[in-house]
């Protein structure tokens, strides 16, 4: 199914003070664009360094330009197209921060 990614201006916002992940975004956007997913396991697919989060959480953390910026999405397979939403981008160190406070299964920010 293709994806429909809620809030693709989160991004391009987090591009305008992170001049550096410019690229990086752009080939992941245009990763996404041509996706055709049907289980989690196919997101990994489309992004091999992408990790599911667990405890139910239907969340998967992207990282993205070699690992310096990571991006939190929750997920859900509709009927006709699967759903990304952003719930939370930053740098790995403030990822970090983020796990060590145990957020990573419920901040929602955007």
């Known amino acids: ?8 201006q989160t991004i391009l916002s ?6 550096r992940s410019r690229s990086s ?10 996706a ?3 289980s989690p396991g ?3 697919e489309t992004y091999p360094t ?3 989060l667990r405890n139910g959480s239907e969340r998967i953390v992207f990282d993205i330009g070699g690992n310096n910026y990571r991006m939190i999405c929750k997920y859900y397979f509709g009927p006709n197209r699967v759903h990304l939403s952003i719930c939370w981008i930053g740098t790995h160190a403030e990822y970090t921060h983020l796990c060590k406070r145990g ?4 901040i929602y920010i955007y």
Do not use: C, P
């Open 50 to 52: 992408a990790d599911l």
């Open 25 to 34: 975004f752009d080939i992941w956007l245009k990763n996404l664009k041509t």
């Open 103 to 106: 957020q990573q299964y419920s």
């Open 1 to 8: 199914m293709k994806v429909h990614l809620i809030k693709e």
């Open 14 to 19: 987090f591009i305008q003070v992170h001049g």
């Open 42 to 44: 196919e997101i990994q």
């Open 36 to 38: 055709d997913w049907r």
